[in-house]
């Protein structure tokens, strides 16, 4: 397994723009998505919150694998990029071939003194959503998956 490929969110916008059919996979929890998500995102959390902290979402890979392509680009977002990055390393482990994580993910990535290091999705200007494209929230998505 290689290194993932890192890109921006003004790089990420771009390549959704040009190829037309990669894919942004938001993997933040389903109440980050449906406070807003990159226009045409896919949601499948890779942590769910819980009373003890965060957990794994056991289904993330079943749920991915049954309903993304591996041979599609996938460009996988989070709040800042940390949670994107082991979501992209599961996928690119599972056999996907052309993974990216969107480094600075929706809300940016900050330094330890709360400075933007890397602009995210939302403060580059780029189109936003709050309402999912049909079949694209987690719970239509685990349902296509067969969960």
Known sequence: MGEVKQVTPAEASRILTASGDALYLDVRTEEEFAAGHPEGALNIPILFRGPGGPSPNPDFLAVAESVLPKDRAILCGCQSGG???????????????NV??????FGGKRDATGRTVVPGWQESGLPVSQSPAAGASYVELKKKAGF
Do not use: E, K
Not at 84 to 94: D, I, K, V, Y
Not at 100 to 105: F, K, R
């Open 100 to 105: 990216s994580n969107v480094d600075g993910g």
């Open 83 to 97: 949670r994107s990055q082991m979501a992209a390393g599961a996928l690119t482990g599972a056999g996907y071939a």
